[in-house]
């Protein structure tokens, strides 16, 4: 299969990159905005553009990917504070450009990256998919409307398609800033030598996901033979997540022996957009197609911390 990535000098984005070179054909469209070059893969057909660029039909047309995973995204809650207009203009504008080009360029499946933030503070967790979605921040409300407009897009086109709300994401290669940033900052402040600081009560509650699980999730649903757009319920949403709600602290203390740290946890006010609490269940990506995550928390601390520790 061709499969064609954008973002993918990213985080998520490189470690599926990796993970797909070798079975598939893969392409990567990214800008470098957040990404970095030397998450590059080699062997696969890069190219260094904004999604907005109006050349964007042409590298599709280039590439004539069979399968197409949306991953580039003003992925942080801080920055579309911050900068709203352009937070929409990539995540909403962008995902129906790439919506479009993927289906005039013949691919067959666009998969897009969403996020637990769509739906804002839960009124009870795990979170379906049917659950309300009342973002609270810009970030959240692009990336629901980003959903909107793949459906939008792509219904009755013969392109299959979905969105993937994943919860928080941690792993190698995360940068320490962006949308999953707890693990990534509190493994590189400890890697550095520094205190890590713990915004609001530490009481708050994230579902926490290993990279790879992500990953898992990604090819699996690019390998389904059905039609993951009429999946039941809530049609083309998916929630991929553990279904764990681990605390901040809770976090903190997993990683004291993995960091050998034993010293006391700065503290700071909560950070504006953040949720009290969120967990999301995936049991929908299994029963459609046969996904679960794998990885607890215990285990992918430790790969994570390693990275962040590394040279
Ligand atoms: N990391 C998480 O915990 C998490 C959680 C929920 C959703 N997501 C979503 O998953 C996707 C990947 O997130 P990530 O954590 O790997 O973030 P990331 O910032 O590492 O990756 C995004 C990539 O997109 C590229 N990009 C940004 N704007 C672009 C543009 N206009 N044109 C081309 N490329 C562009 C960046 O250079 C970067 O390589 C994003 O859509 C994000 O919103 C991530």
């Keep these: ?23 598939h054909e893969v392409g990567v469209i990214d800008d470098l905005s957040t990404g970095h070059a030397e998450n590059l893969h080699p062997s696969a057909w890069n190219r260094t553009m904004d999604i907005l660029d109006e ?7 280039e590439f004539a990917p069979d399968a197409v995973m949306h991953l580039a995204a003003q992925s942080s809650v801080p920055r579309s504070i911050q900068d709203p207009v352009r937070d929409s203009a990539v995540n909403v504008d962008g995902t129906r450009l790439v919506a479009a080009v993927a289906a005039a360029a013949g691919a067959t499946r666009v998969l897009s990256a969403s996020s637990a933030a769509v739906y804002g503070e839960p009124a009870e967790v795990p979170l379906q998919e049917c659950s309300p979605t009342v973002p609270v921040n810009p ?36 940068d320490s800033e962006g949308e999953g940033g707890v693990v990534a ?13 713990i915004h609001g009560s530490g009481e708050q509650t994230r579902d926490f996901i290993y990279v790879a699980d992500v990953v898992a999730a990604i090819i699996s649903a690019l390998e389904f033979d059905g039609k993951l757009c009429e999946g039941e319920p809530c049609g083309p949403a998916y929630n991929i997540s553990t279904g ?3 605390s901040v602290t809770g976090l903190a203390t997993a990683l004291r022996p993995i960091a050998g740290f034993y010293g006391s946890y700065g503290s700071a006010r909560e950070r504006a957009g ?35 520790a590394r040279s």
């Design 244 to 246: 764990e709600e681990v």
């Design 139 to 174: 970030y959240g409300s692009s990336k629901l409307a980003a959903e909107t407009a793949l459906a939008e897009q792509l219904t009755g086109t013969g392109t299959d398609f979905a969105s993937f709300r994943f919860s928080n994401v941690y792993g190698p290669r995360q």
């Design 185 to 197: 900052v509190f493994c590189s402040e400890l890697a550095a030598g520094r205190t890590p600081v």
């Design 274 to 308: 953040d949720v009290m609490r969120s967990s999301l269940d995936s049991s929908k990506a299994r029963e459609v197609f046969g996904w679960e995550s794998q990885v607890t928390l215990d285990v992918g601390l430790g790969p994570t911390y390693r990275w962040f």
């Design 55 to 61: 050349s964007l039909s042409e590298a599709f047309a």
């Design 1 to 23: 299969m061709r499969v064609l990535v954008t973002g993918g000098a990213g985080f998520i984005g490189s470690n599926l990159v990796y993970a797909l070179v070798g079975s």
